[in-house]
């Protein structure tokens, strides 16, 4: 593992076989970048990280791993963005996506196979979800792939809310002379939503089981009802698919999700994300999990290049 100097912080890189990760632990807990070595000696970035011309624009760049906590997307209150209600009625602020990709986090384990870190509340933190916890973010690293845990520890004496996920920025078209509708995802759902102008979950596209990710019926859509907990996409016919696995049970989790998002057709990343449920889950109640007083849930994504 080394350390980098990082417009003044200090950017972790590990080296794991023919894969190289780099992450800032303590803003975020931000996954960067995550690039692979060749059989032919080139280099191909697996999640994507963009070039900034200051820390200022960290929080907003459009790469690496954002972790949406304590909740995903947009929250709704009555129709109204930016509120929820927490489970005795009272009406509070929420960010989209949540806090946490802009909050600042305490490392606790970093050794050579990854990194652990906390969150460490600020004012908007203190605001919006005002509640004895700990919230953990952990990474392990290998060769072709990575695992990912958030974890919720309750440490107060009521019920805590929750319904975490990532936002991976893929890389793609990751080989050269390739475009974005060479490549497929496979998507094991049974049914999609969308997320409409009041916070209600509504139906979405239908799709078959192989998609072009040049589809724009992707762009914006939740992969509910999930018969597995893998999806799978790649360039067809090509070797080095990224597979995304949910667990590591047979069946994926209730309520879990996948969604689809990218902001250009010619943007350089493709978002692939896994959601422990749908977005507005403290209103819709769909994909919402509470941790009692004294318990601990943890959801884990993991990624592989196969």
Known sequence: MEKIPYFGQTLLRWRVGGSTFMALPEKGARLMNWNMEMGDGSVRDVIHWPEISSLA?????RGGNPILFPFCARSFDKGEMGFWRDLKGVRRPMPMHGFARQGDFRTTRVDATGFEAVLVPGEEALASYPFKYEFRVAYRFSAFGLTCNLTLENLGDEPLPWSAGHHFYFKLPWNEGSSRPDYII?????????????GNLVPGPKLALD??????????TIHAGLKSPEVAFGEKGHPGDVVMRLGSEAAAPADAVFVTWTQADDSPFYCVEPWMGPPNSPETKRGLHVVPPGGRETFTVGIAVR
């Open 211 to 220: 998609v072009q990710m040049s589809d724009p019926n992707l762009i914006d």
């Open 57 to 61: 624009e960290f929080t907003k760049a």
């Open 186 to 198: 496979r998507m094991p759902s049974t049914s999609t939503l969308k997320q409409d102008a009041s």
